[in-house]
């Protein structure tokens, strides 16, 4: 269970951004998130001591970004500290060479807002090169709890959750380096 002792700021976004050694892809990652509009979002940097650009990136980024960057224990460990460091009432991650479409936070508030019921909401989302061309198509499937046991159509950077998610069921597990959210 995550025990914070920051309130969670009501309609706020906490995009938790794990990365290493991904200066050639961290500041479009950062745009992406900069640019959402119509929303209140906080970005949270976990750099796991990269040695390439990635520390001059955060550092140019620094009033709208917060960021640490320090040897840790591999992606999971970066998670759970920027998830336990977040206030928004909405979490989610991006990896460092991921990006949002325009539009895609201000969606899924709306989402929530309409359905004060959902803990977590999943969408579309593609797989795109380092030029940010598309390759394909994520394959999202509707929710099937059977179905999932079989296959993830869940795509992480698709993926929000309410806050109180962690709350209740704690964090990633860090002797999972690869399928923690899954």
């Known amino acids: 269970m995550v025990q914070s ?9 906490s995009v938790i951004v794990p990365s290493y050694q991904q200066g050639e892809f961290l500041e479009r990652t950062l ?18 001591g990269s040695t390439d650009q990635s520390v001059d990136i955060l550092k140019r ?6 960021w640490k960057s320090h040897a840790d224990g ?28 325009p539009g895609a936070l201000q969606e899924v508030r709306d989402f929530f807002t309409m ?25 999202v499937e509707p929710w099937s709890y059977a179905r999932l046991r ?14 109180v998610v962690l709350e209740r069921f704690g964090l990633f597990d860090p002797a999972l380096q690869y399928a923690m959210d899954y």
């Open 115 to 139: 359905h004060p019921e959902a803990m977590a909401v999943y969408g579309l989302a593609d797989f795109i090169d380092d030029r940010d061309q598309l390759i394909a198509a994520y394959p």
């Open 150 to 163: 079989e296959t993830c159509f869940i795509c992480q950077p698709a993926c929000f959750f309410r806050r």
């Open 31 to 48: 745009q992406s998130i900069l640019r959402q509009q119509g929303v209140d979002v906080e970005i949270i940097v976990q750099d796991g």
């Open 61 to 66: 980024y620094a009033d709208r970004v917060q």
């Open 5 to 13: 002792s920051i309130p969670p700021v009501a309609g706020r976004f």
């Open 74 to 101: 591999g992606q999971t460990a970066a998670l759970n500290e920027g998830f336990q460091r977040a206030s928004g009432e909405y979490v989610c991650y991006l990896n460092s060479d991921d990006v949002l479409y």
